[in-house]
């Protein structure tokens, strides 16, 4: 059974780079099946898709975080990570790690996010 | 503002049905699978519905889903306490090259 784990500081200062890692067991990353995410939630609001990393290499960013954004894989210690630059107040939140599959069918672009890391919690503050 | 959009809050007591609605747009719903995940507070969010009717293993099937065009809908049959959490859908978005998410609906087991 597959699990996931973030990893990370609980606290980043504003203006710095939040890192965070997600070790997976039970499974390995460089499966070529799978889609590894980063999915961020802040306190008592919904949840927002950060962006993905593909076997190959290959990601996928939100639009809105882009510019901010790099996920990286190291399958050496089989985790993928998450780095955020230039962080404000804005980027606390709860963030997950989570793994997807992904393909096309008949029914247009199907995929899933299963399973989810328990969640870390990143508070941007001085 | 999220690209979906669910119901901020739904009830019932239990043993009722109760329906939650996400209406999107023909770049993401209208033309892609729409998921489901239950999330309890503090916890990581569950996927509970997949390509939009889908039940993974060990899901209650008082759970099912449904799309219709460019919305889907959560359906919960005889609703148990349990069955208190947030609920988000979830679809793949081709504007934005990327997943969207509904903003979450709350429901309350009165």
């Known amino acids: 059974q597959v699990q996931l784990q973030e990893s990370g500081p609980g606290l980043v200062k504003p203006s710095q780079t939040l890192s965070l890692s997600c070790t997976v067991s039970g499974g390995s990353i460089s499966s070529g099946t799978y889609y590894w995410s980063w999915i961020r939630q802040p306190a008592g609001k919904g949840l927002e898709w950060i962006g993905r990393i593909y076997t190959s290499g290959s990601t996928n960013y939100n639009p809105s975080l882009k510019s901010r954004v790099t996920i990286s894989e190291d399958t050496s210690k089989n985790q993928f990570s998450l780095k955020l630059s230039s962080v404000t107040a804005a980027d606390t939140a709860v963030y997950y790690c989570?793994?997807?599959?992904?393909?096309?069918?008949?029914?247009?672009?199907?995929?899933?996010?299963?399973?989810w890391g328990q969640g870390t919690l990143v508070t941007v503050s001085s | 503002q999220s690209v979906l959009t669910q119901p901020p809050s739904a009830s019932g007591t239990p043993g009722q049905n109760v329906t939650i609605s996400c209406s999107g747009s023909s770049s993401n719903i209208g033309g892609h699978t729409v998921n489901w995940y239950q999330q309890f507070p503090g916890t990581a969010p569950k996927l509970l519905i997949y390509s939009n009717n889908r039940r993974p293993s060990g899901v209650p099937d008082r759970f099912s889903g449904s799309k219709s065009g460019t919305s889907a809908s959560l359906a919960i049959s005889g609703l148990q306490s349990e069955d208190e959490a947030d609920y988000y859908c979830?679809?793949?978005?081709?504007?934005?090259?990327?997943?969207?998410f509904g903003g979450g609906t709350k429901l309350t087991v009165l």
């Open positions: 979830a679809a793949w978005d081709d504007s934005l090259n990327g997943w969207v």
């Open positions: 989570a793994r997807a599959i992904n393909y096309y069918d008949s029914g247009g672009y199907v995929g899933w996010f299963d399973p």
